[in-house]
């Protein structure tokens, strides 16, 4: 079975584009999924095994009361957006399931959330996967926004619990962190990781 471990990715994954004479500004939150080698001691029993065709959700909760908002199938971030040649949503990947495989000391990385800096002000965080790429300003949406799905919104500022759920090989992994969106300014949302979860 992999050995799948998780942890924050560290960058920044900032950034910001022009779009109808307005530049909006964006923070992802990603985290890193690694398929480590075990130490001998335990590989003899448990081996070291690439994670195939890894399947990966994600669930947010209200970190107050705990009930769960919902829960959405994940996207590799370290996979192929799901764009065309003419930059449009690509329906064929959007609508198949992302999976990613994961060979073993190699990593992976998995897409959390968005926030943006946008016209309408908006100081919402919202989950992220291939669905979101159907939302932008140029194509003919009626919902001209940046990469937010309106059914994935999470909320505004305060703190939420996100568990990601992992499936490869038969054997399924959790990780459990805190997003913080403690205010409006858009590069200010973060993941905290904990050591102890209840996924």
Not at 8 to 17: A, F, I, Y
Not at 79 to 106: F, K, N
Request: net charge neutral.
């Amino acid at each position: 079975m992999p050995n799948l471990t998780f942890k924050l990715d560290d960058n920044s994954n900032t950034g910001e584009r022009i779009i109808k004479d307005f530049k909006y500004k964006w923070k992802f939150l990603n985290v890193i999924v690694e398929n480590k080698s075990r130490p001998w001691w335990q590989s003899w029993l448990f081996g070291n095994v690439p994670a195939e065709n890894a399947r990966v959700w994600i669930s947010f909760f209200d970190y107050d009361s705990n009930s769960r908002l919902f829960r959405i199938s994940g996207r590799w971030a370290s996979t192929a957006q799901p764009i065309s040649t003419l930059g449009q949503p690509d329906w064929s990947s959007i609508l198949v399931t992302s999976r990613e495989s994961i060979p073993i000391d190699e990593a992976a990385s998995v897409a959390v959330a968005i926030k943006t800096e946008n016209p309408k002000k908006d100081s919402n965080v919202y989950a992220f996967n291939n669905e979101s790429y159907m939302y932008y300003p140029g194509y003919p949406s009626p919902y001209d926004a940046l990469w937010t799905k309106p059914e994935f919104l999470i909320g505004e500022d305060k703190k939420y619990r996100v568990c990601i759920e992992i499936l490869s090989n038969g054997h399924m992994y959790h990780g459990e962190f805190t997003l913080s969106n403690s205010d409006k300014f858009y590069n200010n949302i973060k993941l905290l990781q904990k050591e102890q979860f209840n996924c």
